[in-house]
């Protein structure tokens, strides 16, 4: 699934951080930035499982990018769910790095109840 989203996990990852820290953003080289990415993902990494796995219609548009492949529709309809959450980072680029590293592994755990 994670072909859905044609960036790399370190381009969203500094994407992540430029916009976080705005025009500050320019002080800082690719591989820092990539860094501090990171840093801003895993610090609300759970909440954005719970947020993300936990809705309805996450798991619903799963199953039907699952059936019809439509996969701007489960990244719209994870970034509304992260949207919710006021973490401080762009939701379209939190949902693509969600995908991207994988919905499935994510919310295994939360999925295999329901």
């Not at 990018?65 to 992260?82: P, Q, R, S, T, W």
């Not at 959450?85 to 680029?93: D, E």
Request: net charge negative; with cysteine; hydrophobic share 45%.
């Amino acid at each position: 699934m994670s072909e859905i989203v044609l960036e790399t996990p370190d381009q969203l990852y500094a994407e992540l951080a430029i916009d976080f820290m705005a025009e500050n953003a320019g002080k800082y080289d690719f591989d820092r930035l990539v860094e501090i990415g990171k840093r801003l993902y895993e610090k609300n990494k759970a909440r954005i499982a719970i947020a993300v796995c936990t809705s309805p219609n996450v798991r619903e548009a799963y199953v039907s990018y699952k059936e019809k492949e439509d996969a701007y529709m489960l990244l719209a309809v994870i970034a509304d769910v992260i949207a919710a959450l006021t973490i401080g980072v762009s939701p379209i680029v939190a949902a693509k790095l969600t995908v991207k590293l994988g919905l499935e592994a994510l919310c295994r755990d939360h999925w295999k109840t329901s």
